[in-house]
């Protein structure tokens, strides 16, 4: 004699979403997030001199405009 099949569960709330869940950093509409492996996340520096470099270029572009006091 056979043990009966019990047919799976069907899963509700938390276990659902967690069981269907995506990566968000894959989805399809994120263009710019991207999942580094530990140790090559970029370093907090790079955005910082970036930003020290395009504000210093928007105040020299500015300076070339005439009629500022």
């Keep these: ?3 009966p099949v019990s047919e ?3 899963q509700t709330g938390a276990h659902a979403v967690v069981a269907n869940a995506i990566d968000p ?3 399809p509409d ?3 997030r991207v999942r580094r492996e ?3 996340e970029l370093s907090p ?3 910082i001199g970036a930003f020290v470099v ?3 270029t928007v105040i020299a572009l500015m300076s070339l405009i005439p ?3």
């Design 67 to 69: 009629g500022g006091v």
């Design 1 to 3: 004699m056979t043990a």
């Design 38 to 40: 530990e140790g090559q």
């Design 45 to 47: 520096w790079w955005m």
């Design 54 to 56: 395009i504000s210093g």
């Design 25 to 27: 950093a894959r989805r």
């Design 8 to 10: 799976p569960k069907p």
């Design 30 to 32: 994120v263009l710019l």
